[in-house]
């Protein structure tokens, strides 16, 4: 659960105990991991701009990559992740819920990315990440027509999975995701004859354990 007590800014005190968090994940065996704000209003509110704006090219450069690595790394997680998003999420925070593998929002949530209209580009990967998650179209009217689209909106084009008013209600099978999406995460790299041998070897390997 995020909760700085304020706007839910990712600064760099947060980025690293959210890191520190997701190294501790990798060591555990678990089907399902869910983040969520603690707040009722507000998933994230993005970077902390006046820390930002204090930044060096050096520690600038080290805050992005940091973000970077981090979003990746939730990404290559091998459990089902799940962000649920109650409210406003904006900006970094964008970036950080398309590296989860679904979105579960309710309705009153909104989703923005205002870094055109700031004079900024996301260090954190999100002009790039949107390929797996929504359309060219989606990812225009967020990225450079600074849109504020609300749940229903994102739905429609990809942004968020499933809707709803009380999150923890939405059921979800986790069976058989780790085979599946170690499947997808070397499906870019691997030939069609690796891939089916790839998911014999996982098939037989996850009911072994079962």
């Given at each position: ?12 005190v947060?980025l ?61 997680l ?18 950080l ?18 870094g ?5 580009i ?18 225009r ?24 008013e ?20 070397h ?10 041998d ?13």
């Open positions: 659960m995020f909760d700085d007590g304020g706007m839910n800014l990712l600064s760099s947060a690293e105990e959210l890191g520190q968090a997701i190294r501790q994940l990798q060591t555990v065996n678990c089907e399902l991991l869910t983040f969520r704000s603690g707040r009722a209003d507000l998933f994230a509110a993005g970077a902390d701009m006046s820390e930002m704006q204090r930044f060096t090219q050096h520690e600038a450069e080290e805050f992005s990559r940091v973000g970077q690595e981090l979003f990746e790394t939730i990404e290559q091998p459990m089902l992740t799940l962000a649920f998003i109650d409210g406003d999420c904006f900006g970094g925070a964008l970036d819920a398309m590296a989860f593998d679904l979105r579960f929002a309710t309705p009153r949530s909104r989703f923005s990315h205002p055109a209209r700031l004079g900024i996301t260090g954190f990967g999100g002009t790039s990440r949107w390929r797996s998650v929504v359309t060219p179209a989606v990812a009217r967020l990225f450079i027509g600074n849109e504020v689209l609300t749940a229903s909106q994102a739905l429609e084009g990809g942004l968020v999975d499933r809707i709803a009380q999150l923890d209600e939405l059921d979800v099978d986790t069976s058989s995701v780790r085979p599946v999406k170690e499947l997808v995460l499906a870019a790299r691997l030939s069609q004859r690796q891939l089916v790839l998911s014999r070897h996982l098939d037989r390997l996850y009911h072994s354990r079962r």
